[in-house]
Nanobody
């Protein structure tokens, strides 16, 4: 019903930058929130940044001042600009969207497949 296509991961050196993109497509009536989570080896998935309706933004404390989330509502796309990357940012990054489908009124959560980011020192 809804697909999330992520792009932009890869290998980068400490202090470098990357930009992630996530485009949502399918039976979308509206999107209440889009954001990014990450999961490092042997750790739980954690919120990185999320942008909700009304342009409310929340960042993990560990990325504040370094990462910036932005959204193109017309394209149902969310971006994550990551600067000053650190080795501890190494993880699989997942896009998430809270979607109201064209067929109903309830909100469903959808996940992308994930994209690997490796920060080398």
């Amino acid at each position: 019903q809804v697909q999330l296509a992520e792009s932009g991961g890869g290998l980068v050196q400490v202090g470098g930058s990357l930009r992630l993109s996530c485009a949502a497509s399918g039976s979308i009536r509206s999107i209440n929130a889009m954001g990014w989570y990450r999961q490092a080896p042997r750790k739980q998935r954690e919120l990185v940044a999320i942008l909700s309706s009304g342009d409310t933004i929340n960042y993990a404390d560990s990325v504040k001042g370094r990462f910036t989330i932005a959204r193109d509502n017309a394209e149902n796309t969310v971006y994550l600009q990551m600067n000053s990357l650190k080795p501890e940012d190494t993880a699989v990054y997942y896009c998430n969207a809270q979607v109201v489908l064209t067929t109903g009124i309830y909100t469903f959560s959808y996940w992308g497949r994930g994209t690997q980011i490796t920060v080398s020192s």
